[in-house]
């Protein structure tokens, strides 16, 4: 047995339509003690749940509940809007926005509805009493993110035309994974980032009323994210000093050393108060990847291909780079921020540093590839061990009791 590890942040791939079986597969085989799941949309939110409530994986997964800015686009504020007048309002592009794109685009999901479900999910889960936490995520804003051509990631015509038939199902499963084990072409179109913000506050409440961690992407919006949770938090503790979010986890970590400092200073703790902590969370695909580690056979995640091949300075709060640009291999983009890692790890206390795969686990679980879930991590916990000076067994430790204090269980 190698060290206890943890997933704090994980997927199920766009692509999976069904999770019959994978619960019990993860109970079997892994290596990971526990995984944080995250849902983006509400259609894997449903799969999550799913597994959640399988007995066999109910200890190992970590149901997470949230709508990711990449599908934001997807729900609207109101309710009865029509499906023109939605799309072309949050959408934003300085090209007209083409008509077959608009088809692509499925009926928008009122919002406020969705989040009532969320919560009622919530509580259901937390009421069942096995589970003491649940988290809010994956929830965020991206300043880069272009909407694929398809409509959103993941959308494909199984995803509506589920027959119960197996065979055919697989089938539509194969040939959409040969497809797409590249970038889907991403049309010039963005989500207005006040639609991102509505959405991700909206999140930030719900995780308020509920008292739960929240799990937070955020890319080349780095002040804007601080601003916004800090603004948050302030305002809402004046009527209710007592309730908090307990924990931020800001995972997959890309922003500037002075960005975490802020994050950290003493002037920041003070205002969240001492009962809400944060985190910064690192994965080996983003964080660390020219890790010794080979990459073969996980099928690194569609999504983080399409962050690594359109970002091209990590760090920075600069507007977005121009459309079109899709250069730039996963090493190159990050070889850069490499010595910016370092200095990142090296600065951050210790009791702030999670670890995570930020992967799909049915493509982990569902092949041959069980124990690469482990590797990956182990891979991640080595290379902090590596720049803190710690030894692997120190290091586990630390990272462990992390973990608990993210949960709220130390
Ligand atoms: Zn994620």
Not at 21 to 27: E, F, Q, Y
Not at 82 to 103: A, M, N, R, T, W
Not at 118 to 142: A, P, Y
Request: aromatic letters at 8%; hydrophobic letters at 30%; proline letters at 5%.
């Amino acid at each position: 047995m190698g060290p206890y590890l943890y997933d704090s942040h994980c997927h199920l791939s766009p692509y999976c339509l069904a999770v019959d079986g994978l619960g019990s597969t993860i109970d079997n085989d892994s290596s990971v003690c526990q995984m944080a799941l995250m849902s983006t949309n509400h259609f894997d939110m449903e799969l999550v749940l799913q597994l959640a409530r399988s007995s066999a994986s109910s200890q190992v997964i970590i149901p997470c509940i949230g709508v990711h800015p990449w599908y934001s686009h997807l729900f609207a504020a109101n309710g009865t809007v029509s499906h023109e007048d939605h799309y072309l309002g949050v959408i934003k592009s300085s090209e007209s926005i083409s008509p077959s794109f608009l088809q692509k685009l499925p009926a928008p999901v009122s919002f406020p509805s969705h989040m009532t479900r969320m919560e009622q999910q919530i509580t259901k889960l937390l009421q069942d009493g096995s589970r003491k936490v649940v988290i809010v995520g994956e929830i965020g804003i991206d300043k880069l993110f272009r909407i694929p051509w398809s409509g959103f990631l993941g959308n494909t015509e199984a995803r509506y035309n589920k027959t119960g038939d197996n065979d055919k199902d697989n089938e539509n499963n194969n040939s959409d994974t040969k497809i797409l084990t590249t970038v889907p072409p991403l049309s010039p179109y963005r989500v207005s980032m006040d639609h991102q913000l509505y959405i991700f506050k909206e999140q930030l409440a719900l995780a308020w009323r509920t008292q739960l961690p929240i799990s937070v992407h955020c890319v080349k919006a780095h002040g804007l994210i601080y601003d916004t949770i800090m603004e948050f938090i302030t305002s809402n503790k004046k009527h209710a000093p007592t309730t908090t979010i307990p924990a931020i986890c800001l995972h997959s970590y890309t922003g500037s050393v002075d960005s975490a400092k802020r994050w950290v200073s003493k002037k920041t703790r003070e205002k969240l108060g001492k009962k809400t902590k944060v985190f910064f969370s690192f994965s080996k695909v983003l964080n660390c990847p020219d890790s010794d580690i080979s990459e073969q056979g996980t099928g690194s995640d569609i999504s983080k291909q399409i962050i690594a091949s359109d970002t091209s300075k990590p760090g920075t709060d600069s507007d977005a780079s121009k459309p079109g640009t899709n250069s730039g291999s996963l090493k190159n983009c990050y070889s850069k921020s490499e010595t910016e890692f370092i200095k990142l790890v090296q600065m951050l206390p210790e009791d702030t540093i999670l670890i995570e795969t930020d992967l799909s686990i049915d493509k982990y679980y569902n092949g041959t590839n069980q124990s690469q879930h482990s590797c990956d991590l182990q891979a991640v916990l080595r290379q902090i061990c590596n720049i803190k000076g710690w030894s692997l067994d120190q290091g586990t430790t630390v990272l462990n009791d992390n973990w608990n204090k993210f949960k709220g269980e130390a």
